[in-house]
């Protein structure tokens, strides 16, 4: 059985940073697309950031780009979303997502697994 399973979320000043990480068990790590997602309340699950299975192009939302950073690390089965500058609006519950198959990635649907999510709280 797949899990994903985050941490690193907490509370944080405006323009102060966090590094989530999502741990994947149960399953080949080296075998998933990758992704970060978030919910704000009241909100509809968005797309943050994105990194394929060889690891070598990322991609992001444009609210995120040139503050966040996605990556993996196949020896420790983790993927990492690094958050800096942070902003109020950045206040979500966090999820990392893993797929199979390739294809659209920026949205929810498609996704094979997903995380419980860690909650990210950014204060002005």
């Known amino acids: 059985q797949v899990q994903l399973v985050e941490s690193g979320g907490g509370l944080v000043q405006a323009g102060g940073s966090l590094r989530l990480s999502c741990a994947v068990s149960?399953?080949?790590?080296?075998?998933?697309?990758m992704s970060w997602f978030r919910q704000a309340p009241g909100k509809e699950r968005e797309f943050v950031a994105h990194i394929p299975k060889p690891g070598v192009t990322t991609y992001y939302a444009d609210s995120v780009k040139g503050r966040f950073a996605i990556s993996r690390d196949s020896a420790k089965n983790t993927v990492y979303l690094q958050m800096n500058d942070l902003k109020p609006e950045d206040t979500a519950v966090y999820y990392c997502a893993a797929k199979y198959y390739s294809g659209q990635y920026s949205t929810p649907l498609g996704y094979d697994y997903w995380g419980q999510g860690t909650q990210v709280t950014v204060s002005s």
């Open positions: 149960g399953g080949s790590f080296d075998s998933y697309h």
